[in-house]
């Protein structure tokens, strides 16, 4: 189920406009459901860029050449022919991407 949560927001946003500024506070107090779908919707983008990660770092593989780990993605080649190709530039792993998403520590 996927919840809007701007519209959510709104929603609940445009109900209270309609209420007393005394009910109003009463229910600001205790904004559980409001805070509940902001946490659904944090928990959705977190989930999103986890994901995005795992992508970045399936196409960022090392590839052993020359006994060093090379990226494979960063690292490019060139055709010499039909089924045959050279190296042209060699960038190490980790590279500059996959530091980029490391943890800092």
Do not use: F, N
Not at 34 to 62: T, Y
Not at 71 to 98: D, L, N, Q
């Amino acid at each position: 189920m996927t919840i809007d949560p701007a519209g959510e927001v709104a929603r609940i946003e445009a109900e209270r406009a309609k209420l007393p500024a005394d009910e109003r506070l009463r229910l600001e107090a205790g904004d559980a459901p409001l805070l509940r779908i902001q946490l659904l919707h944090m928990l959705e983008r977190a989930k999103k860029a986890e994901a995005a990660i795992r992508r970045v770092r399936a196409l960022h593989q090392p590839i052993h050449h020359m006994g060093k780990p090379w990226c494979t993605e960063c690292s490019h080649r060139r055709s010499t022919g039909p089924k045959t190709y050279e190296w042209v530039a060699y960038i190490p792993h980790p590279c500059p991407t996959i530091d980029a998403i490391e943890e800092t520590q």
